[in-house]
T-cell receptor
Framework: GQSLEQPSEVTAVEGAIVQINCTYQTSGFYGLSWYQQHDGGAPTFLSYNGLDGLEETGRFSSFLSRSDSYGYLLLQELQMKDSASYFCAVKRSYNTDKLIFGTGTRLQVFP | DAGVIQSPRHEVTEMGQEVTLRCKLISGHNSLFWYRQTMMRGLELLIYFNNNVPIDDSGMPEDRFSAKMPNASFSTLKIQPSEPRDSAVYFC????????????FGPGTRLTVL
């Protein structure tokens, strides 16, 4: 089967840094994406890693290690509006559009 | 550019009734995905199309569910007959395969089956 494991919940305070981990076991791996979903909203794309290493987009960075089947999303200078659920998602091969989503991590940011 | 459009946004129906959910893709996108989200099961892919052709329907729960893509910009997901366990938020998403793998989600349809 396919599995992506994330912590169910993470809490932090404004201004802090938080890391959300994702460990995957899939038959095939092409790339790892991250999506954000606010309560009552739709998932929105945050970042994508196709190669090992760090991708930075403003306050958010995402890291991938293919050899460890592991990635993480790093959120810096946390703001209250970052309170949301965060999903990692695996694309298993070049010739499929299908993403396998993790169970999601609920981030709560406190003042 | 308008994003993915879904209708209705909310649907309340009684068990046994037919439900039709609608989705309009982003112009120029060629892949369409239907997802279901519940607290218990998370975000599940039901079916996806590429260039109007169903590619993977392995997530469709059972024969009560059917999806169509009559043209390049529009899709429907039908549940007949509906059951209380179908209550969930249904999202459709589109992407431009070959250019980027980013999926753009619609606002979702919250379905309640009584």
């Amino acid at each position: 089967g396919q599995s992506l494991e994330q912590p169910s919940e993470v809490t932090a305070v404004e201004g802090a840094i938080v890391q959300i981990n994702c460990t995957y076991q899939t038959s095939g791996f092409y790339g790892l994406s991250w999506y954000q979903q606010h309560d009552g909203g739709a998932p929105t794309f945050l970042s994508y890693n196709g190669l090992d290493g760090l991708e930075e987009t403003g306050r958010f960075s995402s890291f991938l290690s293919r050899s460890d089947s592991y990635g993480y999303l790093l959120l810096q200078e946390l703001q209250m509006k970052d309170s949301a659920s965060y999903f990692c998602a695996v694309k298993r091969s070049y010739n499929t559009d299908k993403l396998i989503f993790g169970t999601g991590t609920r981030l709560q940011v406190f003042p | 550019d308008a994003g993915v459009i879904q209708s209705p946004r909310h649907e309340v129906t009684e068990m046994g009734q037919e439900v039709t959910l609608r989705c309009k893709l982003i112009s120029g996108h060629n892949s369409l995905f239907w997802y279901r989200q519940t607290m218990m099961r998370g975000l599940e892919l039901l079916i996806y199309f590429n260039n109007n052709v169903p590619i993977d329907d392995s997530g469709m729960p059972e024969d009560r569910f059917s999806a169509k893509m009559p043209n390049a910009s529009f899709s429907t997901l039908k549940i007949q007959p509906s059951e209380p366990r179908d209550s969930a938020v249904y999202f459709c998403a589109s992407s431009d395969r070959g250019r980027t793998d980013t999926q753009y989600f619609g606002p979702g349809t919250r379905l309640t089956v009584l």
